[in-house]
């Protein structure tokens, strides 16, 4: 007996590779045409600062076409792709995810970013929504601050931990291009919605490792972001993470997301924003603040077992301190540009 949701889910998987494949080989002239023909007529983008949210075809090809001219000869390097019902929507629409790097020669300047002529990855997450056989949807988080570090133009001070182009998983079957157990799907959407319960309790009456330990493997990977970077296991995560995040906010509104799924041993999620906050206490090296800040997350995990063993994480950090009247992006490139006097 064949069953629907499957079939739906592989579909689906089958329309973003197929787009993918067009898409990636294209040269920067097509992409708008391409778009048009795979998306719907009220396809919606959203983006990493400074973009924002997109509609319109002529709106998103105005980033992609710079990107695409700037960074030559684009390799899409994925290490994680899967496919879903959207919790959120009580599982009625049907999402694919991708997660990698976007690698390519950074030839010329983009955003203000001086060009290395050398190697550059765009690390990247992109959650798409397919509703009758076309993209209706797009959130694609992407870590600017790594590639202007790989520059030489950091946004940000000295981060609490390390900065690396993050690999796949240790696993390496991050590509869910097949059909997958149903129950392995839902076991691993039920540890995520446990871990999310934990992040709501930050006065529970445990210490952070403690309530850690409930849903991670003593030697789990935090992949962070540039300005923050990645951190392994239990300690060093609280460490060099999520113990200074903490002492850093308050206020920490209810999380909330667009989209939560998850395929075989792997899931994520996104929000715009996810939750807010207000920086009191500091927080990558910037003053306190008593502003509320909102944190766009897109969040990636695969589970091994009854635990999660690693989380790839896109927060649109340029955003949040934009929120805090600190334009990074301008004011760092900015600091390139030759006087006009």
Known sequence: MKNKNLEDIQAAKQIVQGFYHRFDSSAPAGLEAILAAVSTDTYRWRGYHPFGQLDGLK???????????????VQRRQHIFFAGRNQIDDFNSVWVVSMGQ??????????????????????????????????????????????????????????????????????????????QDPQQGAAT????????????????????????????????????????????????????????????????????????LAEGNYGGFFGWPNFSARP?????????????GEFRVIDIYRRDGDKLAENWVFIDLLHFWNQQGVDLLARTTGMETPCQC
């Open 102 to 179: 976007l690698m390519g020669l950074f030839d010329r300047p983009w955003l203000g970013i001086r060009p290395t002529g050398k190697m550059a990855f765009l690390p990247y997450c992109e959650f798409n929504r397919i509703e009758d056989g076309k993209l209706a949807e797009t959130s694609m988080y992407f870590d600017l601050p790594h590639l202007m570090t790989q520059a030489g133009q950091s946004p940000f001070g000295p981060q609490t931990a390390a900065h690396l182009v993050h690999p796949g998983p240790q696993t390496h079957d991050g590509l869910l291009y097949a059909a």
């Open 59 to 73: 709106s998103i090809a105005r980033f992609w076409i710079p990107l695409r001219d700037s960074l030559s000869h």
């Open 189 to 260: 959407l039920a540890l995520i919605n446990a871990m999310i319960g934990d992040l709501g309790q930050w006065q529970r009456g445990l210490t952070l490792e403690e309530e850690l330990r409930r849903t991670w493997h003593e030697d789990m990977i935090w992949w962070g972001p540039e300005g923050i970077g990645a951190t392994y296991t239990i300690a060093r995560y609280a460490q060099q993470h999520s113990g200074p995040f903490r002492a850093g906010f308050t206020d920490r509104s209810k999380t909330q997301h667009i989209c939560r």
């Open 280 to 292: 009191t206490g500091g927080f990558m090296g910037m003053p306190a603040s008593d502003k509320p």
